[in-house]
Every structure is written in structure tokens, then in C-alpha cells.
């Protein structure tokens, strides 16, 4: 009985609001802001300067500090092995580098067919920020046992991808339905799934709420989803400055575009959830995530449900993974739970 009500009290979505709350504002917060600015202007500012190596300036070419070229298939072999990961299905020999070109740039991707199996079915895998295709190739490996084709891609800004600022995934929903649209009219293919890690899951959703409507998929998996990009930046900001971040808070979206040229309050899953309720989404998150709280799924989850005409969407919290880690730490289970949420969607 005492493990149920743990669990129900990890899924209640009024204690999930009010840890999320925590880092938007309110009449307080705002008060306080306004007596002390002067404070809050200077600490916000010197942030902001701070702050901008971490969100724009990291590699998308060259050696890692273990001595692996960035974005190759030594970096995944070595991810693999350093995570512990024991069922990796994928062979160097069946990977191909591919270039899609789109209206709005070209995307450097990898496309896996499957030879063996010969399904027509697809899974789209997306990796988190700072990332690349290559390691966009783990969380997702598994399917190619069941027959699946898999095509992972750099972000928007991230390795051999068009863009120079990530814009926290804003640009890159655009880029994945233009990938699911090329999917379709290349292969017509009998099935399309989405699985997206961190930075990776919140693209998926956005792409959901933006474009599901017009260009369907079967269904996502959300594993780690930030829920709205400035309240993930407040995270950081507390994390790592240990400082309130009411503090340094201060014109986050305005500052993000003057160096990123991009709006990134358009990232927001608080809303839109009536434009993709027919899309079957398993939210997956490490309960130890120190990185985006796992409070982040469970309100995403219940306003999924809130929409659902009858219950296809659902969620797993895995008590010994931190950001990220579900899967290198669960790999069976999750597995297990993966293919378990596709059957039941495809029923």
C-alpha cells in the first residue's frame, strides 16, 4: 500500500505545479523585482554574459577529451561502453552519413536500414543538447532487433547541421517534420515513431503540438522532456550559480534573441495539447534527475491526459536514474516498457 501511495504522490500533478511553479513568476516574485531592480538589473546583465559560453559556445567537431573525433562511430562505441549499455544492436558496416536538404538548410544525418528484416517501419531518434547524431543512435539501437529502419540527425546548430545558436529545440521541431515528410515521400513507410531524449523529447513534443495535426506519426517517446525553455534556463541558473534565480532572471527571452536570433518562448508545452490528443506518448524520466526534474513529465502527462478521449498515453518514473539514464541503467525494463507502450498504440 505505501508503494502505491508513493507512486501516486510522484504523479500528482499539484505537487509537480507547484515545484515547477517555483520558477515562474508571481505577485511576490515581481514585487521583489521591482524594489530591488537595480540589483536584479546588474546581477541579471553579469549573468547573461556568464551564462552565454555554456548555451552557445561548445564543440561540433574535433576530438573529445578521451580522444574520440566528435560525431563518428568512435564517440558512440565509446558511450556504449562507458555507459554499460550490453545489448547494442547496430554494426558500423549498416550505418550511412546522408545529407537532407530542406527549405531552411541542410541536416547531416544517419540512416540505418535494416537489411535483415525488411520492415517498412521507422523510428525517428532525437538526441539532447550539445549532442550529436551519433549518440542520438543509443537511445534508440534496440529497435533495429525488431525490425525497424532508424534515421537519427544533428539538431538544429549541433554538429554538420545548418544554424549556429541552438535555440533549445524551437528550430528543430520545424527540421523533424520536414525529416517526417521526407521519410514519407522517400519510403511510405507503414509505421513512424519518434523517440526523443532531453533536449531531444521536448523537440518531439513541440513538433506534436505544431505540426501533428498535418503530418502524423504513430507515436513518441519522451524520455527526460524539459517543459518550457525559459523556466529550464532558471533551472540552470539556480543549479549552477547558486544564486536564486529571481536574481538573474531578469529579460531571459530578450537577451536569448539577441544572440540566437530566435524566440525561444515559442518552446511552451504547458498548452496546445488538443492538437496532437490522438498521438499515444510515453513520458520516461529518472526521478534522481538533478539536471530537468522529473516534475517536468508528470505535469506534461496529466495534461496529455486531460485531452485523451480514452486513456493511450502513459508514463514510467525509474527511481535509480538521474538525467538522461533511464536507459543505460534499465535496459531491459525499459525496453520492456517501450515495446509494451508501441503494442499497446498499435492495437
Known amino acids: 500500500m505505501r508503494s502505491r501511495e508513493l507512486r501516486k504522490s510522484k504523479l500528482s500533478y499539484k505537487k509537480s505545479m507547484k515545484v515547477i511553479k517555483k520558477y515562474m513568476y508571481d505577485t511576490f516574485k515581481v514585487t521583489f523585482i521591482i524594489i530591488f531592480f537595480p540589483i536584479v538589473f546588474i546581477l541579471s546583465f553579469l549573468c547573461s554574459r556568464l551564462f552565454i559560453p555554456y548555451l552557445f559556445k561548445y564543440k561540433r567537431e574535433g576530438v573529445t577529451k578521451q580522444g574520440h573525433e566528435l560525431n563518428t562511430w568512435e564517440q558512440v562505441e565509446y558511450d556504449v561502453k562507458t555507459r554499460g549499455i550490453k545489448d547494442f544492436a547496430i554494426r558500423k558496416e549498416n550505418v550511412e552519413e546522408i545529407i537532407i536538404g530542406s527549405e531552411i538548410g541542410k541536416v547531416s544525418a544517419l540512416q540505418v536500414i535494416n537489411p535483415e528484416n525488411k520492415s517498412n517501419k521507422w523510428v525517428i531518434g532525437l538526441h539532447g543538447f550539445k549532442r550529436n547524431k551519433y549518440i542520438g543512435l543509443r ?17 538544429y546548430a ?36 519518434i523517440v526523443g531524449v532531453s533536449m531531444g523529447a521536448s523537440t518531439g513534443l513541440l513538433f506534436a503540438k505544431d505540426y501533428y495535426q498535418q503530418n502524423k506519426v504513430n507515436w513518441l517517446i519522451a ?59 510515453l513520458y520516461l524520466h529518472g526521478y534522481k534527475d538533478r539536471f530537468i526534474t522529473y516534475n517536468c513529465s508528470v505535469v506534461m502527462f496529466n495534461l496529455k491526459k486531460e485531452v485523451e478521449e480514452k486513456p493511450i498515453s502513459d508514463i514510467v518514473l525509474f527511481d535509480n536514474a538521474d538525467h538522461s539514464s533511464c536507459y543505460h541503467k534499465n535496459e531491459q525494463q525499459y525496453v520492456e516498457q517501450v515495446f509494451n507502450f508501441i503494442s499497446k498504440a498499435s492495437a
Not at 521519410?183 to 509505421?191: D, G, H, R
Not at 529550464?232 to 532572471?249: C, D, G, H, N, T
Request: with cysteine.
Open 223 to 281: 524520455d527526460c522532456p524539459f517543459i518550457e525553455a525559459v523556466i529550464q534556463i532558471r533551472f540552470f541558473l539556480k543549479k549552477y550559480v547558486k544564486l536564486p534565480w529571481i536574481f538573474m532572471s531578469l529579460a531571459i527571452n530578450r537577451n536569448f534573441k539577441k544572440y540566437a536570433k530566435s524566440d525561444i518562448s515559442k518552446m511552451n508545452l504547458f498548452n496546445g495539447y488538443e492538437n496532437f490528443k490522438e498521438l499515444p506518448i
Open 158 to 193: 549541433h554538429g554538420k547541421t545548418f544554424g549556429k545558436k541552438s535555440d533549445f529545440g524551437v528550430t528543430n521541431a520545424k527540421i523533424l517534420n520536414n525529416i517526417v515528410t521526407w521519410i514519407k515521400s522517400t519510403y511510405n513507410p507503414e509505421e513512424i515513431g
Open 139 to 155: 537511445n534508440c539501437n534496440f529497435f533495429y532487433k525488431k525490425g525497424y529502419n532508424i534515421l537519427t540527425f544533428d539538431a
